[in-house]
């Protein structure tokens, strides 16, 4: 299964500021998800990363406040803009579409917003 | 859209006992069902996957069941330990997005 690893782990901000989680895959994937995950809630896809192409974003979510690049296909970055605490969330980035049927997920980014 | 429903929401069993985690969703026609782990604050270890044609996978003391007739999955947990108490989260793809309960949270006692 694919290994995804995801930078920081975890980090505490302050309102107002912007911070870029990265998300790197073992292998060559097409597609990389972003989803979300507030406390006491379950996941909720943010947008599909794209190689050579904007990101695709679900209904909710838009590109100023979740810009996302993907420079090639084992590595993407999410960046949280103008942060305020109501984006305290886990942030978690999958590999939907590698050699194996099941989904992978990486670690996760816990982000607390002062 | 697909709405997946997980009850109960929350679990709590003495050691040894087996764990019993129900997940439904609405649309029947799935592509796989996949059941995750998830230990606090962190992200998703995936446990099982059941494609739509299969009745039943397992591995080690983890059994997971499908019923696409009646929107059904059930997890079984035998012989529980306290290294098993996380939140299980159970998700179905549509166009490979995942729609995911909102998750069992169990403990064992010890």
């Known amino acids: 299964s694919a290994v995804i690893s995801q930078k920081p782990s975890r980090d505490i901000c302050q309102r107002g500021t912007s911070l870029t989680i990265q998300c790197q895959v073992d292998?060559?994937?097409?597609?990389m998800f972003w989803y979300r995950q507030q406390p006491g809630q379950s996941l909720t896809l943010i947008a599909t990363?794209?190689?050579?192409?904007?990101?695709?974003?679900e209904s909710g979510f838009v590109i100023d406040k979740f810009p996302i690049s993907r420079p090639n296909l084992t590595f993407s970055t999410l960046t949280v803009s103008n942060m305020s605490p109501e984006d305290s969330s886990i942030y978690l980035c999958?590999?939907?579409?590698?050699?194996?049927?099941?989904?992978?997920f990486g670690d996760g980014t816990r982000l607390s917003i002062l | 859209k697909q709405e997946v429903t997980q009850i109960p929401a929350a679990l709590s069993v003495p050691e040894g006992e087996n764990l019993v985690l129900n997940c439904s969703f609405t649309?029947?026609?799935?592509?796989?069902l996949q059941w995750f782990r998830q230990d606090p604050g962190k992200g998703l270890t995936s446990l099982l996957l059941?494609?739509?044609?299969?009745r039943e996978q397992t591995s080690g003391r983890l059994n997971a069941s499908l019923d696409k007739s009646s929107g059904r999955s059930t997890l079984y947990i035998a012989a529980s330990q306290p290294g098993d108490s996380a939140t299980y989260l159970c998700?179905?793809?549509?166009?490979?997005?995942?729609?995911f309960g909102a998750g069992t949270t169990v403990t064992v006692r010890a």
């Open positions: 999958s590999d939907p579409t590698g050699l194996s049927p099941a989904q992978h």
């Open positions: 292998s060559q994937v097409t597609m």
């Open positions: 990363a794209n190689q050579g192409s904007e990101a695709t974003y």
């Open positions: 649309d029947s026609a799935i592509y796989n």
């Open positions: 059941i494609q739509s044609s299969q």
């Open positions: 998700a179905c793809p549509e166009d490979y997005k995942l729609s």
